[in-house]
């Protein structure tokens, strides 16, 4: 029971898993408060290592009739912001349909997660892992099949030029001014039990969406695909993706149209508008508790983006580390080698920057208490 209350907290998905508090049908408040140590070797002497508040999380969720809701809001203290994650209401209609409608998940690719460090894949920073929009979503599980069909308005704020954000967004930044209007989105996931005491994940995911430029008051649309495997023999765990996606931007004349903006955390950033991104990960979850300390993973995680244009350069990261809990606490430790990366001193995604250092490390350790 410790072992799935702490990942239910750290995941901040405790409606999903299972109250971890009170009786089943009542309401029940949650969140965590995080610090950060961080250690970046590209940045100046002076600001290079540093401790720092990170965040606060609150959570609700709970269950009423054949209906269940949750939501997670956030402030940053680093970047000086607030923001929605998600904010849901789900009607389940029978064991094998449910039906969810607000702010939610954007079913693509290995969920509800595609990596198990704090820093998350490459994928995230291109809008393609843990990203939350506007919609409705069916889910439909039966045997080994699980069908989610979703259609999303818009971005969660509907507002691309609103920087504050947990989920990256197509962003209007003044210059590349497009917005997310109108997304499908299906993905198809078989579990199989091809070894005695395993099972794999295999899927595949398409997305399909119109794009509005506000300089042309016209529309482009972008297509993603993604194939996926996951693989549990426990203690291990295998985590492989393969993604294409293409936006056909409705951009005004002599505007270069192989790039696009992209923003969250109040930082928007140029990405290549077509490309392929590959994952792979490798997890080992100790079957044992050491001393106090529980849930403890450690795991290898490379990913990369390759941007389809002349002007196009690879993108990629690799994350090596360990996550723990004890009791309320959750600790993980990464070290982050990036090249061409946002968020490990690159200045964008899929593309050449010629001021980006050719290589950089990132060594995070996230303290957080989650209640």
Not at 272 to 299: H, K, R, W
Request: proline share 3%; hydrophobic share 35%; aromatic share 16%.
């Amino acid at each position: 029971m410790m072992r799935r209350n702490a990942l239910c907290m750290t995941l901040g998905i405790t409606a999903l898993c299972g109250p971890v508090t009170a009786e089943e049908d009542n309401f029940n408040l949650g969140g965590h408060v995080r610090v950060n140590y961080g250690h970046r070797d590209w940045q100046a002497p002076a600001i290079r290592d540093g401790l720092e508040f990170e965040s606060i999380k609150l959570t609700v969720d709970g269950k009423f009739d054949d209906f269940s809701y949750k939501a997670d809001y956030r402030w940053y203290e680093n970047t000086d912001f607030d923001t929605v994650r998600y904010a849901d209401l789900t009607w389940h209609y029978d064991e094998y349909l449910d039906v969810t409608g607000g702010i939610t998940k954007v079913p693509f690719g290995l969920l509800p997660f595609a990596s198990n460090s704090f820093w998350f894949s490459a994928n995230y920073y291109i809008g393609f892992e843990d990203d939350y929009d506007a919609g409705v979503v069916a889910r439909y599980e039966r045997g080994p099949f699980t069908v989610h069909a979703g259609y999303f308005l818009n971005d969660e704020y509907n507002n691309a030029a609103r920087f504050g954000r947990y989920s990256f967004d197509v962003a209007d930044d003044g210059e590349y001014r497009n917005q997310e209007d109108g997304q499908y989105n299906l993905r198809v996931n078989y579990e199989a039990r091809l070894l005695p005491r395993s099972t794999t994940d295999i899927g595949v995911s398409f997305q399909q969406g119109d794009i509005f430029n506000f300089d042309t008051q016209d529309s482009g649309d972008m297509t993603a695909y993604a194939v996926h495997l996951r693989h549990n023999q426990k203690p291990w765990k295998v985590e492989l993706q393969y993604l294409d996606y293409r936006y056909d931007l409705a951009a005004p004349e002599g505007q270069l149209q192989d790039r696009l903006a992209l923003s969250s955390f109040e930082a928007p950033f140029l990405m290549a508008s077509e490309g392929q991104s590959y994952m792979a990960n490798l997890a080992y979850s100790f079957p044992f508790t050491v001393a106090s300390l529980e849930d403890i993973t450690c795991y290898s995680e490379y990913s990369r983006v390759e941007g389809d244009s002349e002007a196009g350069s690879d993108s990629t990261q690799w994350v090596n580390g360990c996550s723990f809990g004890w009791s309320k606490l959750f600790v993980y430790v990464d070290s982050i080698q990036g090249k061409n990366m946002w968020f490990s001193g690159g200045s964008g995604m899929g593309l050449n920057f010629n001021d980006d250092p050719q290589s950089t490390h990132r060594l995070n350790i996230s303290l957080g208490v989650y209640f």
